[in-house]
């Protein structure tokens, strides 16, 4: 069986970061996929960028992501200062979907929603809003297959769930590595297991992972940086509840 690590939303965190590889280390890894959001909210973005560019083997483009490197407006200079014009460009070429089959499933994964990196799908909406992840995305993927998908993993929101539909369809998210809003102040992240590019049915899972990391160690690169927002991001790491207007 394969392992494959799933991690999203990183956000500038770098102690997070490490401490989930450290974590992935441990687990016998076989691919690490990037679902976005390298950049924003958090101290570190450069180095976040850097890592994951050469430690994961894919990585999406998340909403932060597209809109800091394609946006150049002045509420961003912070971020935009420190990334530099290399790394934007690096983050503007990310591709934002993956798709491949397990164990005669066919996966897709993307930051967001199949339509938009921008739209925003809540555990809670009705089961035709959900339904809708399954489509052929409409966004750019490194897959070419004209089928809708069995499994949808995602970031963007996160909060860690699990969802199983009609069909045996699975929608999952996989919560937030660097800035968790489910109540957890502990980096999130998924592994999957499977036969990887196998069409026949198999044994497959879905696992969900929490990782300790020194939370106040962030907060002091962020106070010794003065990173916007500085005060909500502290609460926010230190609860992981969602406190933004």
């Not at 924003?40 to 992501?65: E, H, L, T």
């Not at 961003?76 to 397990?102: A, M, T």
């Amino acid at each position: 069986m394969s392992k494959i690590a799933i991690i999203s939303d990183i956000h500038g965190n770098m102690p997070a970061l490490e401490a989930v590889f450290d974590d992935i280390k441990k687990n016998d890894i076989d691919k690490i996929i990037c679902l976005g959001d390298l950049v924003g909210k958090g101290p570190s973005c450069k180095r976040v960028i850097d890592f994951c560019r050469y430690k994961c083997d894919i990585v999406v483009a998340g909403n932060w992501d597209k809109f800091l490197s394609h946006k150049m407006e002045e509420r961003n200079k912070w971020y935009l200062d420190r990334i530099g014009d290399e790394r934007l460009q690096y983050l503007r070429g990310l591709p934002e979907s993956v798709g491949f089959y397990l164990s005669g499933r066919f996966v897709r994964l993307f930051h967001a929603h199949s339509e938009d990196v921008y739209l925003r799908m809540y555990p809670n909406l009705e089961i035709e809003e959900k339904l809708k992840m399954f489509d052929i995305p409409k966004i750019s993927r490194l897959d070419n297959e004209g089928i809708k998908s069995d499994i949808v993993g995602y970031g963007d929101i996160h909060g860690a769930f699990i969802d199983y539909l009609e069909d045996g369809k699975i929608l999952f998210n996989v919560g937030s590595v660097g800035c968790p809003y489910d109540n957890i102040p502990m980096a999130s992240y998924v592994i999957l297991e499977g036969e990887y590019g196998f069409k026949e049915k198999a044994s497959f899972g879905v696992n969900f992972r929490r990782v300790k990391y020194d939370n106040e160690k962030v907060i002091a690169e962020a106070i010794e940086k003065q990173i916007p927002d500085l005060d909500i991001f502290i609460k926010e790491i230190r609860s992981g509840k969602f406190l933004r207007l």
